[in-house]
């Protein structure tokens, strides 16, 4: 799994060509990036399982943080990971 991160520098973030090289079946952008998930799609191109199947999710980056709320986070993950358990 890897993550495309818009934050300040003193947050880690994943360069493109590792996003490419993992060819990822997942894609998770916080909802607060600027980036829209064609713009994301579009730098890292159609060669990425991720871009070709349509799975880039986006999540609330106050969820994807290391406090109870992280709990919060898991039921969209499990839906993108499992969707077959999550009947529309």
């Known amino acids: 799994m890897n993550v495309y991160r818009n934050y ?3 947050y880690p973030q994943l360069n493109l060509e590792f996003i490419m090289e993992s060819d990822s079946g997942v894609i998770i952008v916080e909802n607060q990036s600027s980036k ?9 191109g159609s060669g990425v399982i991720a871009v ?3 799975k ?3 999540i609330d980056g106050a969820l994807a943080t290391a406090c109870p709320r992280v709990v919060d986070a898991l039921e969209p993950f499990a839906q993108w990971f499992y969707p077959d358990l999550f009947p529309p």
């Not at 829209?36 to 890292?44: E, F, K, S, V, Y």
């Open 56 to 58: 880039i999710y986006r």
């Open 36 to 44: 829209t998930n064609n713009d994301i799609a579009g730098r890292i």
């Open 52 to 54: 070709n199947q349509d």
């Open 8 to 10: 300040a520098s003193k």
